[in-house]
């Protein structure tokens, strides 16, 4: 390899456009939203045919910040629904969509939740979103901080997309609107 054809590989994995590759299969890192404002992708993968693109927020310039402050949206994209429904967390029985542990978001501070409401599912234009209320412990017993994880899911008969993010509950709106971007 030539140190131009290192620099190129090189540039192109560290803009996030590079191709995992796994079982011999290509999958192109591309990002399924017009609009990513403040969101870089940092991590690229495929997983049963389905493409898996991380990104994430600015890091806060607060040295008080925690894992709340920070922003993280997964995308998976495949042509096989039920591979996407599975990466994804997502179980199907009789039409109705319901989430599973794991998926691709975990709730941020994972050991100090102290209750988990049951997931919700609704629609949004051509989403189906299954969301999940998480509440934190705070001292005394009192309640903590809330968080809802969400995963979206919508597909056609070419491509099936999910978008999954824990985000706090007055940053609803920021989450339907990244959804609405989605291509």
């Known amino acids: 390899?030539?140190?131009?054809?290192?620099?190129?590989?090189?540039a192109i994995f560290a803009c996030g456009q590079g191709a995992a590759r796994a079982d011999g299969m290509t999958?192109?890192?591309e990002n399924p939203t017009t609009s990513t404002?403040?969101?870089?992708?940092t991590n690229c993968?495929?997983?049963?045919?389905?493409s898996?693109?991380?990104?994430t927020g600015a890091e806060p310039l607060s040295p008080y910040a925690t894992e709340f402050d920070k922003r993280s949206v997964v995308f998976a994209t495949g042509a096989d629904s039920k591979a996407v429904k599975s990466v994804a967390g997502i179980h199907e029985e009789s039409n109705v969509l319901s989430k599973r542990e794991g998926g691709l978001v975990i709730p941020p501070e994972f050991d100090q939740i102290a209750r988990r409401s049951p997931a919700k599912s609704f629609k949004h234009g051509q989403w189906i979103v299954v969301s999940e209320r998480?509440?934190?412990?705070?001292?005394?017993g009192a309640p903590g901080f809330v968080v809802d994880c969400a995963t979206a899911i919508r597909g056609d008969k070419q491509r099936t997309v999910a978008v999954a993010?824990?985000?706090?509950?007055?940053?609803r709106q920021r989450y339907l609107r990244t959804l609405e971007s989605v291509r």
């Open 134 to 140: 998480i509440q934190y412990a705070a001292q005394g």
């Open 52 to 55: 898996i693109v991380r990104l």
């Open 37 to 41: 404002a403040g969101l870089r992708t």
């Open 1 to 10: 390899m030539t140190r131009f054809d290192w620099l190129l590989v090189t």
């Open 27 to 29: 999958a192109a890192c």
């Open 45 to 50: 993968s495929l997983e049963r045919g389905v």
């Open 165 to 171: 993010e824990c985000f706090p509950l007055e940053e």
